[in-house]
């Protein structure tokens, strides 16, 4: 995510050549202005930052690092709204969450995202479909709660009142955490919007109301953030899309301008591309230098220790197998976009944003593999080594490939399986220093 106003930031700071230069300093802040202002930062919010960072990189003493670390600071200092963070639990279950905002803010699939996010951290969540102003917007959800094995409350007829009202009956029945009811949008604001809103919102009495701003949109989002406020009263806002660069300001100007905080971004379109949003760790993104905060959380949401050294230790055993391979994948999907991740990385944030990003799911190679040990029988599947000619060939017929491309796959698992066994030792980390050294030094050759 934001990789212009990254790569602007790096050169607004690389203005700054000499110590006590003032002349260099006037050019990196109306470099960092051009930037922020092409970002749809709003030019109030501008002014103000380029004023602030000015005094206090003058107070300490013009150079690059105090320069750097006076736009952090006042970057983390817009975004840091007093409020609640994160996802808050009622006192007393459920939880109830109105999601609100315009058609195409991505609503819906924020909606699923949330509650897959709540669904890692083992809570019972029931989606309410209250969007029955979109055509298809039921059904979309009903094919993504099913995809995600999420439970889904909706009514063929009816209204959105009575269907909130219905669902939070089942939900205090069925004992749910979390009820997120996905409430209808518009393509611009009204009054028959907000009308029903504020019905939905006297039956329920949410605990949180959640607007979702596109990212994309710049200050049209900012602009519908504050109307929804004024109205109905946000508790936070999501901002979906966050992995676009077109207006990646819009951060700042709902943060000043709302008064709102900033609770989750949405980066990536797969499910599990939803982010707790923390102030000095997006900035840190903003900067370039990554955050493997989030990344450690991330991953130690998904995989436990447990996992961890079970798989190790068969790795160890050389034990492991095409079952083991599967789940590893399946865990690995959880975890949402490569690129994402990639981008929390110190120092390949920029790599990041110049990758298209790996669909691990769908793509052809793991396509053809999921039909290669589909074709296995189980006893082949917990032990490779059983695999000889005859089985390949059935193996090949049953996945519809050639033996060519089972040798081919079967071989590369094998190669894997044999050097993560031998980077597991004691010696791992050094053994692969020492390879990684060898391969450098013959590239050079």
Partial sequence: MFEVLTDSFRTAVNKIRFSDDEKSLKNALENLKKALLKADVHHKIVRDLLKQVEIETKAKGIGQVNFLRALKTNLTQILTVPGRQ???YASKPPTKVLMVGLQGSGKTTTTVKLANYLKLKQKKVLVVACDLQRLAAVEQLRQLCSANEIDLYFEENGNPLTIAKNALKKANEGLYDVVLVDTAGRLAIDAELMDQLEAIKKETLPDEIFYVADSMTGQDAVRSAVSFHEKITLSGVILSKFDGDGKGGVALGIAEQTGVPLRF????????DLEHFIPDRIVNRLMGEGDLETLAEKTGSIINEQQAKAITKKIKKGEFNFNDFLEQMEQMKKLGS???????IPGLSSVAGKLQDVDMEN??????IKAMIGSMTKKEREDPELLNNSRKRRIAEGSGLSQVEVNRFLKQFANAAKMAKKFSG???MQDLQNMLSQNKHAHLR
Wanted: hydrophobic share 45%; charged share 30%.
């Fill in 86 to 88: 994160g996802f808050v």
């Fill in 265 to 272: 971004v949405g980066v990536g379109e797969k499910v599990a």
């Fill in 338 to 344: 490569m690129k994402s991740l990639i981008g929390m």
């Fill in 363 to 368: 793509s052809v190679e793991m396509k053809r």
């Fill in 426 to 428: 004691k010696k791992g």
